[in-house]
């Protein structure tokens, strides 16, 4: 079944010319594939589908620094990650996230909403869920659920190479369906070309968020084929 990938790059490579190779080197897929490379390259970097990490709520004004949602558009920017639990880590508030992606919705950008920061070890539901819930009714109010991607990202998951379980992915991935009316829902937390198939096999799980693995050619392509 085609389900969705997404590549987060984060801050890496450091130069145009690796970013462009990194590129490159994403091999074909059955899935629909998405990189998301840093801001700086977003320019001058060909794949198939374009992503961006993060975005800024207004289309333009005195906000030295930021990226306007309508640039990323201009670009040919299909999707938004926002949220990241690296972002939340710098003082990211669920407001500010709902307005990302309010202003995301406008251009017609879909929004990765990525929600799992305040998560701790451990995967006892109803903990899990009520560390989510707030950043699911704050990013969600007023907003056509079936316009938008949940990534579910436990915190502790990420880049420590200790996943979540498959079937605590599958459990949360349908809770947030149910709830919110979501209809993708992705899993990210050391994915790596070994386990994502067993995540992708799941039935509420549609795709994967990569970190790490996405900076690896061949585990990358290993995921993507998977
Ligand atoms: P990871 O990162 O794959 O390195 O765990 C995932 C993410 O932060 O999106």
Same mark, same amino acid.
């Given at each position: 079944m085609? $389900?969705?990938i +997404?590549?987060?790059?984060k801050?890496?490579?450091?130069?145009?010319?690796?970013?462009?190779?990194l590129?490159? =080197?994403?091999?074909?897929?059955?899935?629909? &594939?998405?990189?998301?490379? !840093?801001?700086?390259?977003?320019?001058q970097i $060909?794949?198939? +589908?374009?992503?961006?990490?993060?975005?800024?709520w $207004?289309?333009?004004?005195?906000? #030295?620094?930021?990226?306007?949602?309508?640039?990323?558009?201009?670009?040919?920017?299909?999707?938004?990650?926002i949220?990241h639990?690296? @972002? @939340?880590?710098?003082?990211? #508030?669920?407001?500010?996230?709902a307005?990302?992606?309010?202003?995301?919705?406008?251009?017609?950008?879909?929004?990765?909403?990525?929600?799992?920061?305040? #998560?701790?070890? %451990?995967?006892?539901?109803?903990?899990?869920?009520?560390?989510l819930?707030?950043?699911?009714?704050?990013?969600?109010?007023? #907003?056509? !659920?079936?316009?938008?991607?949940?990534?579910?990202?436990?915190?502790?998951?990420? %880049?420590?190479? $200790?996943?979540? /379980? =498959?079937?605590h992915?599958?459990?949360i991935?349908?809770?947030?369906? /149910?709830?919110?009316? +979501?209809?993708? &829902?992705?899993?990210?937390? =050391?994915?790596n070309?070994?386990?994502?198939?067993?995540?992708?096999?799941?039935?509420?799980?549609?795709?994967?968020?990569?970190?790490?693995? =996405?900076?690896?050619?061949?585990?990358?392509?290993?995921? +993507? /084929?998977?």
């Amino acid at each position: 079944m085609r $389900k969705l990938i +997404i590549a987060n790059w984060k801050l890496n490579p450091l130069t145009l010319a690796s970013a462009q190779q990194l590129a490159a =080197s994403v091999g074909s897929s059955k899935h629909e &594939v998405v990189i998301c490379p !840093p801001s700086a390259f977003l320019a001058q970097i $060909k794949v198939p +589908i374009l992503g961006a990490q993060d975005c800024f709520w $207004k289309l333009k004004g005195p906000f #030295t620094g930021e990226t306007s949602p309508a640039q990323l558009k201009d670009l040919g920017v299909r999707y938004c990650i926002i949220g990241h639990s690296e @972002r @939340r880590a710098l003082g990211e #508030t669920d407001d500010m996230v709902a307005a990302k992606l309010q202003a995301l919705l406008e251009q017609g950008i879909t929004p990765v909403l990525c929600v799992g920061f305040g #998560t701790t070890v %451990g995967e006892d539901k109803l903990d899990v869920t009520e560390a989510l819930r707030p950043q699911l009714d704050s990013a969600l109010r007023d #907003t056509d !659920p079936k316009k938008v991607v949940v990534a579910y990202e436990p915190v502790w998951a990420i %880049g420590t190479g $200790k996943p979540a /379980t =498959s079937e605590h992915a599958e459990q949360i991935a349908l809770f947030i369906k /149910t709830k919110y009316g +979501i209809e993708k &829902v992705l899993y990210g937390g =050391s994915v790596n070309g070994v386990n994502a198939q067993e995540f992708l096999s799941q039935n509420h799980i549609d795709g994967l968020l990569v970190g790490s693995n =996405s900076l690896i050619p061949d585990e990358f392509n290993k995921i +993507i /084929t998977s």
